[in-house]
Antibody, heavy 123, light 106 residues
Framework: QVHLVQSGAEVKKPGASVKVSCKAS????????MHWVRQAPGQGLEWMGV????????NYAPRFQGRLTMTRDTPTNKVYMELSSLRSEDTAVYFC????????????????WGQGTMVTVSS | DIQMTQSPSSVSASVGDRVTITCRAS??????LAWYQQKPGKAPKLLIY???TLQSGVPSRFSGSGSATDFTLTISSLEPEDFATYYC????????FGQGTRLEIK
């Protein structure tokens, strides 16, 4: 069974960095792109970026360029999302989400999600 | 960025009702439109992708349609478990989501 399990909640001070992990199981890790989406309290969903676990190439939303880094560790089937220079507006639940695929095609939608990691930025 | 505008922002309905939610893109997105359901404290759940393809395991009372800039999600007969927030998402360019539609019990 496919699972995405994320690391636990974090509390950070403004200016610090946070690194959230997402461990995949139940499928071939390198076959599926992994995205990160965040949701501020009471707000909607915001796409942050994507990593290809096979080739380690990434694509980030412009608003996060320069302070977002996504990496992967294939032996442990984990992807990581690190956000630096945190500010209060970064307080949100962060989700990893697998891009759906079938018949060799990627469907640009997310069929499996992690449980979410709450990141609180507060002085 | 492509802006996605959902309407209504919230809707009240009863079990058994037919409900339609609309999503409009600020420019054409071909068929790269997905719909998600989210319940409080939970991750979103994929319902439909590529405008009208039902995700495996999703009940057939959910359906999607549309093209270019205008898309709809229809729930043909509401069940109690359908009361949730729904989001559309485009992926013709860098992905963006609609602001959400909250479906409440009347």
């Amino acid at each position: 069974q496919v699972h995405l399990v994320q690391s636990g909640a974090e509390v950070k001070k403004p200016g610090a960095s946070v690194k959230v992990s997402c461990k995949a199981s139940g499928y071939t890790f390198t076959n599926y792109y992994m995205h990160w989406v965040r949701q501020a309290p009471g707000q909607g969903l915001e796409w942050m970026g994507v990593i290809n676990p096979s080739g380690d190439n990434t694509n980030y939303a412009p608003r996060f360029q320069g302070r977002l880094t996504m990496t992967r560790d294939t032996p442990t089937n984990k992807v990581y999302m690190e956000l630096s220079s945190l500010r209060s507006e970064d307080t949100a639940v962060y989700f990893c989400a697998r891009e759906a695929m079938g018949g060799g095609n990627f469907w640009k939608a997310y069929d499996m999600w992690g449980q979410g990691t709450m990141v609180t930025v507060s002085s | 960025d492509i802006q996605m505008t959902q309407s209504p922002s919230s809707v009240s309905a009863s079990v058994g009702d037919r409900v339609t939610i609309t999503c409009r893109a600020s420019q054409g997105i071909s068929s790269w439109l997905a719909w998600y359901q989210q319940k409080p404290g939970k991750a979103p759940k994929l319902l439909i992708y590529t405008t009208s393809t039902l995700q495996s395991g999703v009940p057939s009372r959910f359906s999607g349609s549309g093209s270019a800039t205008d898309f709809t999600l229809t729930i043909s007969s509401l069940e109690p478990e359908d009361f949730a927030t729904y989001y559309c998402q485009q992926a013709n360019s860098l992905p963006t989501f609609g602001q959400g539609t909250r479906l409440e019990i009347k």
